[in-house]
């Protein structure tokens, strides 16, 4: 594998195929902020805005301007989001909008908490690219409300019956993981600290299952095994997310072994996971091999498969593990040859068992400008450190 040539075609493909696209078609110039749902070609389909998305492409542009090149459109691009999600797209007290008309009036309550966790890293990524107080305030005081949201992330928005099946969910500390190195700038160094030791026990000892070596999406709140359908669930793109979280980490407090235990998961999620008559990585799965619930199971998505990449590729980095590199290779065949779009720029999204594609749109109501172009500028970055060396 030449690692040069590599670094090239993830490089390429961010910054001549699908930073592009955004940049050409996702603009609203008139209301401010950002339209995600566009077909193949880049055309508006829906004007609707969710908060996720604007404040994942807020954070997207303010980090190629901190990282990459001080670009004044990229600048310009980010804050033209973050006026409009400053605006329109809270409460009032930093409760974050699910989503929005185009004008920004609300049309779904606050009752996701990763509206919260995307707003945060946006402005604070976007305070790194500014120096501005506001909006690392923004970023702050919005990380204080997930805290506080923390053991009850839906709060009043939650329809489950209390007491009868309660469970908890991976999402939110898997999340953090990334969150609080994301805002660590902005942090008290006990709060980073606190923060990464209770999120990491979270998703390595208690969604953790020894027996099979996989992660489960739900458990019971003292962290024993629900057997229904949502305690029985296996999501393996966001166990395998959650692991180059862990990579992160392992490096930022130099702990080696969580590298290992972190490539070890990855490892057994993906060959539990991977579809072998058709190839790909399936969406969902039922721990003990029931039909999920989850009429989507089989399909495969383009979220799955490039955040698969930045793990094996950051695993091979930090362990050298061989098993990480010949996977990595076989997850980069099938993801190039079935995203992506040479005609059009950016990438599929939605491709059912076959590997065909199910949805020719390049955006929508979950799929913005977040997940191809940070996985391809991740694994560029990785191949690049594995040149240098």
């Not at 209301?31 to 969710?50: A, H, S, V």
């Not at 990524?125 to 501005?132: D, E, H, N, V, W």
């Not at 999501?235 to 692991?243: L, R, T, Y």
């Not at 079935?338 to 199910?358: A, I, K, M, S």
Request: charged share 25%.
């Amino acid at each position: 594998m030449d690692f040069k040539i590599l670094s090239e075609k993830y490089k390429s493909e961010l910054f001549d195929k699908v930073i592009p696209f955004w940049e050409e078609h996702s603009v609203d110039q008139e209301y401010g902020g950002y339209f995600t749902c566009l077909d193949r070609e880049g055309k508006i389909f829906d004007t609707d805005k969710f908060i996720w998305l604007q404040a994942r492409q807020v954070w997207m542009f303010s980090k190629l301007y901190n990282e990459v090149e001080q670009k004044p459109e990229w600048l310009e691009i980010a804050l033209n989001g973050a006026a409009f999600l400053q605006q329109y797209g809270h409460d009032g007290n930093l409760n974050w909008y699910f989503s929005l008309t185009r004008e920004g009036e609300p049309l779904v309550q606050p009752y996701n908490v990763f509206s919260d966790c995307f707003a945060t890293m946006a402005f604070g990524q976007l305070s790194k690219a500014t120096g501005s107080d506001e909006f690392a305030t923004i970023a702050k005081d919005t990380f204080q409300n997930i805290l506080k949201r923390s053991d009850n992330p839906k709060g009043a928005f939650n329809k489950l019956m209390p007491g009868t099946r309660p469970l908890k969910g991976f999402s939110l500390p898997m999340i953090m993981c990334n969150l609080a190195l994301e805002i660590e700038h902005l942090l008290a160094p006990e709060l980073v600290y606190n923060t990464v030791e209770r999120v990491l026990h979270e998703v390595m000892d208690v969604f953790y299952q020894p027996d099979s070596g996989l992660i489960l999406e739900n458990v019971h709140p003292d962290g024993s095994f629900s057997d229904s359908f949502e305690g029985r669930l296996l999501n393996p793109g966001h166990a395998i997310e959650a692991m180059w979280f862990i990579l992160d980490l392992s490096e930022r407090l130099q702990k080696p072994e969580l590298a290992q235990k972190a490539v070890t998961i990855a490892l057994r999620t993906l060959k539990y996971g991977w579809d072998e008559e058709y190839g790909g990585i399936y969406y969902f799965l039922d721990i003990k091999g029931n039909p999920p619930q989850q009429l989507e199971w089989d399909q495969k998505l383009w979220w799955v498969h490039i955040e698969t990449l930045i793990t094996l590729i950051k695993g091979y980095t930090l362990t050298g593990n061989k098993e990480c590199l010949s996977w990595f290779e076989k997850v980069h065949d099938y993801t190039w040859s079935h995203f992506t779009d040479p005609e059009y720029g950016e990438w599929f999204g939605y491709l059912n068992r076959q590997g065909d594609v199910l949805l020719n749109l390049k955006g929508g109501k979950w799929k913005g400008c977040f997940h191809v172009p940070r996985g391809l500028f991740q694994v560029w970055k990785t191949l690049e450190k594995i040149n240098n060396r």
